[in-house]
């Protein structure tokens, strides 16, 4: 069979296709970038933005040939504001309505597990569900709990790694008693490949075999990144929710609304029974943990996943304080710097000026995260352009007492380290 995977370069949507194909079957993976998709044998890839494809006829001709959709789109936090119900919403109902034109009956939709009132991402996700229901009576969706691997993590679960590997101690967020069920990605892929071919139809909620403790989960996390833990303590949920809203108004950092939603109420399978037409049983994750070791690779993303949204804050303030510090300055404090380099005086004031609104405008260009990769970009050759120019015209400054210039060796690589980091996929 054939079949359309949205968001196949996603951490739910790759597993998915990883699984189809190795069945046999051939996909039409939609996504944004190409990344290592156009390579592989049985796909195609297709380029299309949903944020330009709301109609029918966007989608009409992409679905020839196709046999089945599998929408795994979607996105954890809006980059602006009504991102939830185009991506959600508006471009999956366009290709819902295009498989009804075309009389494509097998339509699978990856949604979320969790109260519509509780998050904005859930609701619009919920929305769809009932939209495409109405359109598509055969299709199948799938509301999952927690959705974790032991070969990678995304989102709340990255999260949830990122906090288990904190050095000495685990924080656990407010009591640690809210309640999750997570399941395996491996499973959820397998699951969407029997639904399809038992041509299940309606809402599923999934989940693993148990409900467990965040507390338990994250015990158990970090046993498996093989981190001894000293200490536990509890973290009020007043303190968590409060990074989650500077996380969500920056949008920057691992916590959001969705992820708050998830840490103050748990998320858990409310009628179990649907999920017991499946003939494949979801794996306990837990016990997953103890028969599938972690690798150096995983516990380097748990230790450095926290460590993303501070790198990001710290280049934002040294910009800023950076223009602060040259709009203060007096001639006595730059003349001396600028003359050994061989600038006439005359430019010193203009030229101390210039680089002063250029680093306050780096810094807020960083901290609203507008162009962000440019503004890395343009980070890294001043840093780097600076420090060569002063360093080769004026090389007693590479002693100065304060080391003014020889901790720009430093942050020069902060800067590429955080152009790494940035991208959680």
Known sequence: MKFLVTGANGFIGSVIT???LTQGHHVVAVGRSVHATASRLNIEYVHQDFQQSLCSSDWSGILDGVDGVINCAGILRE??????????EKAPLAIAQACKDKDIRCFVQISALGDSDDADFIASKHRFDEKLLKLLPTALVLRPS?????????????????LAAFPEALFIPGSGQQQIQPILLEDLAILVLEGIERSLQGIIELGGPEAISIKDYMVGLRGWLQIRTRFIFS????????????????????LNQTVLTLLESGNVVND????????HKAVDVIEAMQYQPSFVQDRWHAKLFLLQPIIWFLLSVIWLLSAVSGFSATQGQFAPILSAVGFPAAAHSGLVMLTSILDLVLGLMLIFRFKERVTLWLMLFSTVGYSVLLGMMAPELWLDPLGGLLKNLAVAPLIMV???MRNPR
């Open 18 to 20: 990883e699984n189809l």
């Open 79 to 88: 980059s602006r504001s009504g991102e939830f119900d185009t991506i959600h």
């Open 146 to 162: 927690v959705v974790v691997s032991l070969r990678g993590s995304y989102g709340g679960s990255s999260m949830l790694r990122g």
């Open 235 to 254: 973290a009020p949920l007043l303190l968590v929710k409060s990074a989650c809203l500077i996380g969500e108004r920056f949008k920057a950092g691992p």
């Open 272 to 279: 179990p029974k649907p999920q017991k037409q499946f003939t």
């Open 418 to 420: 955080y152009m790494v």
